[in-house]
């Protein structure tokens, strides 16, 4: 054990310590917050919690409670790697949260971050799906970890869900997470270039959040996200290089009455000057209607008509 570490081990003994001195840490660091927490304390409470293996929501409970030597050791590598690395909570802990659905994530993934979650969760869908009972077949399209296909699952229980996903790595952590909500009778995880493996299949409900960041953004990233799989963000100069390919084909791959959900961060005028003609219906979210967009595929198949 180094020197640091011993005198932390002296010197910090409760939960409240800790937490304490990780803000500390966090403040006088160049930590970038965005994979779950926006600002020093709530991420300090993440990490010392979740490293600790307890619930959140006992908080302070243990506020005061004594930890062990081994832990406090524990707890100071995570901290170390946070500051020094700027390695994402969500890595160090190997979870991270859409609501109150708490995910398996590991560097083989993006950190789980989506408008697409509170959409399924909170039934903005409505009017296109107004009986989530009739929903057979639901699929998310560049799943990661598959932590929306469980989402789609939560919303339409009577559907089998497909979470597809380029990278062996992925599928790998989805179906962690498909087994640890028990839903392997209803979710399947494919590997597949976005369509080129789902030939004869055709879904009532198709969401994607796909990569979608810019070069111009991609060159800037914050460290933490240069720490997640740049496959999983990066999508050509305009950051659209996959929503071309979704909205070229997910016409085939909707059953006649489907919807398709794609997410697009903050290209929306980039979307519109390509696409002057496509009805897109924007979602109402919690940071505005810019971000996540909805089409019928009679619209996709009018759209294809017309040009």
């Given at each position: 054990?180094?020197k640091?570490?011993?005198t932390?081990?002296?010197?910090?003994?409760?939960?409240?310590?800790?937490?304490?001195?990780?803000?500390?840490?966090?403040?006088?660091?160049?930590?970038?917050?965005?994979?779950?927490?926006d600002?020093?304390?709530?991420?300090a409470?993440?990490?010392?919690?979740?490293?600790?293996?307890?619930?959140?929501?006992?908080?302070?409970?243990?506020?005061?409670a004594?930890?062990?030597?081994?832990?406090?050791?524990?707890l100071?590598?995570?901290?170390?790697?946070?500051?020094?690395?700027?390695?994402?909570?969500?890595?160090?802990?190997?979870?991270?949260?859409?609501?109150?659905?708490?995910?398996?994530?590991?560097?083989?993934?993006?950190?789980?971050?989506s408008f697409?979650?509170?959409?399924l969760?909170?039934?903005?869908?409505?009017?296109?799906?107004?009986?989530?009972?009739?929903?057979?077949?639901?699929a998310?399209?560049?799943?990661?970890?598959?932590?929306?296909?469980?989402?789609?699952?939560?919303?339409?229980?009577?559907?089998?869900?497909?979470?597809?996903?380029?990278?062996?790595?992925?599928?790998?952590?989805?179906?962690?997470?498909?087994?640890?909500?028990?839903l392997?009778e209803?979710?399947?995880?494919?590997?597949?270039?976005?369509?080129?493996?789902?030939a004869g299949?055709?879904y009532?409900?198709?969401?994607?959040?796909?990569?979608?960041?810019?070069?111009?953004?991609?060159a800037?990233?914050?460290?933490?996200?240069?720490?997640?799989?740049?496959?999983?963000?990066?999508?050509?100069?305009?950051?659209?290089?996959?929503?071309?390919?979704?909205l070229?084909?997910?016409?085939?791959?909707l059953?006649d009455?489907?919807?398709?959900i794609?997410?697009?961060?903050?290209?929306?005028?980039?979307?519109?000057?390509?696409y002057?003609?496509?009805?897109?219906?924007?979602?109402?979210?919690?940071?505005?209607?810019?971000?996540v967009?909805?089409?019928?595929?009679?619209?996709?198949?009018?759209?294809?008509?017309?040009?």
């Amino acid at each position: 054990m180094h020197k640091v570490a011993i005198t932390l081990s002296m010197e910090l003994s409760t939960i409240r310590d800790w937490i304490r001195y990780a803000v500390s840490q966090f403040e006088v660091s160049d930590i970038f917050y965005g994979h779950g927490a926006d600002n020093s304390y709530d991420e300090a409470i993440w990490l010392i919690m979740s490293g600790l293996h307890l619930p959140m929501d006992t908080l302070e409970n243990f506020l005061d409670a004594n930890i062990t030597s081994t832990e406090r050791d524990h707890l100071a590598n995570l901290i170390e790697q946070r500051v020094t690395n700027h390695t994402p909570t969500a890595y160090l802990v190997k979870e991270a949260w859409l609501h109150d659905f708490k995910f398996y994530v590991d560097e083989r993934v993006l950190v789980p971050r989506s408008f697409i979650a509170e959409l399924l969760l909170d039934d903005s869908l409505t009017p296109w799906i107004e009986f989530p009972e009739m929903v057979e077949s639901a699929a998310d399209l560049c799943a990661g970890s598959g932590c929306l296909g469980i989402l789609l699952a939560h919303a339409f229980p009577d559907a089998t869900v497909d979470v597809i996903d380029i990278s062996p790595d992925a599928i790998d952590v989805s179906n962690i997470n498909i087994a640890n909500y028990g839903l392997e009778e209803q979710v399947t995880a494919i590997q597949s270039d976005m369509f080129t493996a789902l030939a004869g299949k055709t879904y009532d409900v198709l969401i994607s959040n796909p990569p979608y960041v810019d070069a111009p953004s991609m060159a800037v990233l914050p460290t933490e996200y240069r720490n997640e799989p740049q496959l999983a963000l990066g999508s050509g100069t305009d950051g659209l290089d996959h929503t071309h390919t979704i909205l070229r084909e997910a016409a085939n791959y909707l059953t006649d009455e489907g919807v398709l959900i794609v997410e697009i961060g903050h290209n929306r005028e980039a979307l519109l000057e390509a696409y002057p003609a496509v009805p897109f219906v924007w979602l109402d979210t919690s940071a505005g209607d810019q971000f996540v967009f909805l089409l019928t595929k009679a619209q996709l198949l009018a759209t294809e008509a017309s040009s």
